[in-house]
């Protein structure tokens, strides 16, 4: 499992988590790691299949959920990825990854105050965004003032503001 932390290299992280799971198929953590990082290969297929496994391995843990949250998220089934985010957090997960996942749905659903809430107090692009379409433009601003990116988004979201 160490030895997929050593590379940036997706396609190497997927080979040494498979390999680990291949060797320890009754740990949840070969499976989880291997769905996350098959979901940031985008194949959202593998990940689901590798992050159930993990989730049958060892039921109602909060980083599987998310894990799994964010694939539901991927494919668009916001009700599922809420309901699993929900879930994680209910299992202990305090991180604010699930927060901003959650704000991420909010604002596709169009609950811009809920979303904002959800992102908390970190600056974020999005966090910046649910403002704007809650009319909060100078909320916005400030939020956007401490974003840390030079991203074109950015800028426009700037200008919009």
């Given amino acids: 499992m160490h030895a997929a932390t050593l590379t940036d290299k997706l396609q190497q992280k997927a080979q040494i988590y498979q390999a680990y799971a291949d060797n320890f198929p009754e740990d949840w953590k070969g499976f989880n790691n291997l769905g996350a990082t ?4 985008n194949n959202l297929v593998f990940a689901k299949t590798n992050l159930e496994k993990a989730n049958e391995l060892d039921p109602d843990n909060g980083i599987v959920l998310n894990n799994l949250g964010v694939v539901a998220l991927a494919e668009g089934d916001y009700e599922k990825a809420e309901e ?18 959650l704000g991420v749905i909010y604002i596709k659903q ?9 992102f908390g107090a970190a600056a974020s692009f999005n966090k910046a965004l649910a403002q704007v379409l809650d009319g909060s433009s100078s909320a916005a601003s400030g939020t956007l003032d401490n974003v840390d990116s030079d991203a074109a988004l950015l800028g426009y979201l700037k200008a919009i503001t």
């Fill in 38 to 41: 098959n979901a940031n290969q």
């Fill in 110 to 118: 169009a609950k811009y105050d809920e979303a904002i809430q959800s």
């Fill in 84 to 101: 699993y985010f929900n879930a994680a957090k209910d299992a202990g997960i305090n991180s604010p990854e699930i927060g901003y996942n």
